[in-house]
């Protein structure tokens, strides 16, 4: 479970998120109080435009592969190492959170039409 500080510092980040709906450098240093380096590398990869949605799947480019991403769940090593068994005091990792602020502002991803397989 994360701590009462992260969740306080998380929801008032979402919270300005949802109500400027842009990723001014305000913002950007904020995603980086609350979330340290993983927010660093989620804001790398929405500048680099690696967050894909395909029809209604989500999906982020890392440095080694592409991960699903649902809801703040993600099929990375960081998530089902440290995020799902709370050895860090963050909610999601960086492909997550990257997901989820490209998913509050509706940009900064490509857009790929469903597979026809």
Same mark, same amino acid.
């Given at each position: 479970?994360? =701590? #009462?500080?992260? +969740?306080?510092?998380?929801?008032?980040?979402?919270?300005?998120?949802?109500? &400027?709906?842009?990723? !001014?450098?305000?913002?950007?240093?904020?995603?980086? &109080?609350?979330?340290?380096? /993983?927010?660093?590398?989620?804001?790398?990869?929405?500048?680099?435009? @690696?967050?894909?949605?395909?029809? +209604? /799947?989500?999906?982020? @480019?890392?440095?080694?592969?592409?991960?699903?991403?649902? /809801? #703040?769940?993600?099929?990375?090593? &960081?998530?089902? %190492?440290?995020?799902?068994?709370?050895?860090? &005091?963050?909610? %999601?990792?960086?492909?997550?959170? #990257?997901?989820?602020?490209?998913? #509050?502002?509706?940009?900064?991803?490509?857009?790929?039409?469903? =597979?026809? !397989?």
């Amino acid at each position: 479970m994360v =701590s #009462a500080a992260f +969740q306080r510092g998380r929801d008032e980040l979402f919270k300005r998120l949802k109500r &400027d709906k842009v990723l !001014s450098p305000e913002f950007e240093r904020g995603v980086m &109080d609350v979330y340290g380096g /993983r927010g660093k590398r989620a804001l790398e990869v929405i500048k680099r435009r @690696r967050v894909i949605r395909r029809g +209604q /799947r989500w999906f982020v @480019r890392g440095k080694a592969d592409e991960y699903e991403v649902v /809801r #703040a769940f993600c099929t990375c090593r &960081d998530y089902v %190492m440290n995020i799902a068994t709370e050895k860090v &005091d963050v909610d %999601m990792c960086y492909h997550a959170l #990257a997901k989820n602020i490209c998913e #509050a502002l509706n940009a900064y991803y490509v857009l790929e039409p469903k =597979s026809k !397989s």
